[in-house]
């Protein structure tokens, strides 16, 4: 179940990350899907995204814990165990929880901050010059990405299909092809949060449905995009479907005090 959790958030982030910069002629498909236990793979995949420096092969995060209030608190994922670089440094992986009425819900939290001119001219009129407009150019970009969601789907399926036939190809084992789907329902069109300050923070979420092998795993994701003075900021938070509420209360409530703190 934490696996099928993290390809969701996964998927999802890829596509928040970047989406925003893609045209209407030019999109690009999600990343395919990835696990957090393949450690390397997922720092080879999100290492321009992570300047804010890496620990050994898993790119650095920004989190760290922290009392949400109402029951809420979100926990870094404690790598020192077996990473011993890793004690005290934030990590891009970590857990929302929730703790009402002798009930503990959780969510698992991806959190990566970049920078990079590349990055500065995808994500440009999306924060206008002062960090805290949109121009015209970051309107038609948000429109652009919102028209994409509604084949986000379809595009997510592709990559998991080149995804499998790679791995016959280099295995030569028959896997088949109708191992893993997802399915999307219930998808937010990307907007601007509220109650942010002067910050513009960007939000879109929804369920994913994975199907794997029979199995149906219902998932809920949401992921934030917003402008640090150090670069670019993404939280992805992802549930079981049932525990979404608390979900989007802990991740709404993350994301406002990490702006607050900052600002």
């Known amino acids: 179940m934490k696996k099928t959790a993290y390809i969701a958030a996964l998927l999802l982030a890829g596509a928040a990350w970047a989406g ?105 009129g999306l924060f206008g010059a002062d960090g805290k407009t949109v121009t015209p150019e970051g309107v038609q970009k948000i429109a ?40 999307l329902r219930s998808v937010e069109a990307l907007h601007l949060m509220r109650d942010t300050g002067d910050a513009l923070v960007y939000t879109t979420g929804g369920r994913v449905l994975l199907y794997m092998d029979g199995w149906v795993f219902p998932q809920y994701v949401r992921a934030y995009l917003w402008k640090s003075a150090d670069g670019y900021r993404l939280i992805a938070v992802s549930a079981n479907d049932s525990q979404k509420d608390a979900a989007q209360e802990a991740g709404d409530r993350l994301v406002r005090r990490c702006v607050q703190t900052a600002g």
Not at 40 to 46: F, M, R, W
Not at 64 to 86: I, K, R, T, V, W
Not at 153 to 180: C, D, F, H, K, V
């Open 144 to 183: 652009a990405f919102n028209h994409m969601l509604g084949n986000a789907g379809a595009m997510l399926n592709q990559a998991i299909l080149e995804s499998i036939a790679e791995t016959r190809r280099e295995t030569g084992e028959p896997m088949p092809y109708s191992i893993l789907h997802t399915e």
């Open 20 to 124: 925003p910069a893609a045209s209407a002629e030019e999109t690009v498909p999600a990343p395919a899907a990835a696990t957090v236990s393949a450690g390397s793979a997922v720092s080879e995949e999100l290492s321009p995204a992570a300047s804010a420096g890496v620990i050994g092969e898993v790119p650095a995060g920004f989190l760290e814990a922290a009392d949400l209030g109402d029951g809420m608190s979100y926990h870094p994922l404690d790598l020192s165990s077996f990473m011993p670089e890793a004690a005290g440094a934030p990590v891009m992986i970590g857990q929302l929880r929730t703790e009402r009425d002798g009930i503990t819900q959780t969510a698992d939290v991806l959190n990566l901050e970049g920078r990079s001119p590349e990055m500065d001219a995808l994500f440009a």
